[in-house]
């Protein structure tokens, strides 16, 4: 059965990363890096990753559509497997990215604390905007079970990828009950003694 | 007279970068890159740009507080004069981002059409956000004068930066006039054929 989860690996050690990448990269079903590793490893590392699992860029791009394309252009011969973007700042900029024909991850609802203030508010109106655009998948926090179920249960086709499982306090096998269809996991993966370990137990929990 | 333009130079030619930085870095308030030129060139074009003008990192960041932190860490030795950031992710990670010491500019109002369907809408409490951080400035779109009028008339301390102007249709002159400390000047500075005729125009119909 494949994996459920989504390894992300914010370290900017690239050896280190190569190296865990490897020895993880076909347990789980993608690996997804931020800013901090394209800001230390530069952005070749996408495609050096690609070798060893599908890679997501997660960029929390929020920007005028322009960049968005610029950004795009800049990544398209390194293979991303999808990009994370935010809704939030118009379906002009969502549109742009999809149009890139890389998979797009529409963030509707984040697991910071601060992120019921303003975003999460809103995930109707940008889960809507999502379907529209005719993305592949929504960011739903998995640290808030009663949103989380409500927003996959309109997500139709859509891929629900949960953050916020592990260092910032939700469960895997709670997520998944609530309609995530990949956990995101991080510190608890790249932090542990023993990656493997840790990725086989969060497997089993989940099924 | 200080420049009051802010140079957007979204190029990922770093030799074109550079010599363009070199010709007008002291003829403008400061030179504004984004990732296309980061992924381009990598995180060192911060600290090369920085001897010929301020540097302000337009990262749009709107992520989790640990991810911000890490971001923040990566450039800490490139000298950016500033950090462009989104509240609507919520003020714990506007509060991060402010508490590395690097100046923070919050996103309250965008210039992309879209940017009306959501963004937009909720300057008033992004705003009212970025004031509690303590941070140092705010982008407010130079494309739409009413609301960056009524943005302005509440910015308190806060310097406001107002991109959409040029390329997107915004005007110099009646940005500054609705209320715009520096403006945000792209394609039409870098796209020019004579880069220092065109910032000239800008200064002196600002005058």
Redesign the interface.
């Known amino acids: 059965m494949e994996s459920r989860i989504v390894a992300s690996l ?1 370290l ?1 050690d690239k050896e280190k990363l190569l190296a865990l990448s490897e020895t993880i990269g076909k347990q789980v079903f993608a690996i997804k890096i ?3 590793t ?3 490893a ?2 070749s590392i996408i495609g050096e990753l690609s070798s060893y699992s599908k890679v997501i860029c997660d ?9 968005i394309k ?2 795009a ?3 398209a011969d390194q293979d991303p497997y999808a990009i994370i973007c ?9 549109k742009e990215l999809v149009s890139t024909g890389i998979r797009t991850i529409g ?1 509707v609802a ?10 999460n508010k ?1 995930w109707k ?2 889960l809507s ?1 999502v379907k529209g655009a005719g993305a592949y998948g929504i960011i739903a926090a998995g640290n808030n079970y009663t949103l989380l179920k409500e927003i996959s249960s309109q997500k139709e086709h859509l891929k629900v990828f949960s ?1 916020g499982v592990g260092a ?1 306090g939700g469960s895997a096998a709670e997520s998944i009950k609530n309609g995530s269809d990949y956990i995101i996991v991080g510190r608890a993966i790249y932090d542990s003694a023993d990656p493997v370990s840790e990725i086989k137990k969060i497997n089993s929990e989940i099924q």
Chains 1, 2 share one sequence.
């Not at 960029?59 to 960049?67: G, R, S, V």
């Not at 935010?86 to 969502?94: A, Q």
């Open positions: 914010d900017t931020n800013w901090p394209i800001l230390s530069g952005k960029f929390k791009l929020a920007d005028i559509p322009n960049t610029l950004i252009k800049q990544i935010h809704p939030f700042v118009g379906s002009d900029s969502l963030v984040m697991s910071n604390d601060g992120a019921s203030e303003h975003l809103h109106e940008l905007d953050p910032q």
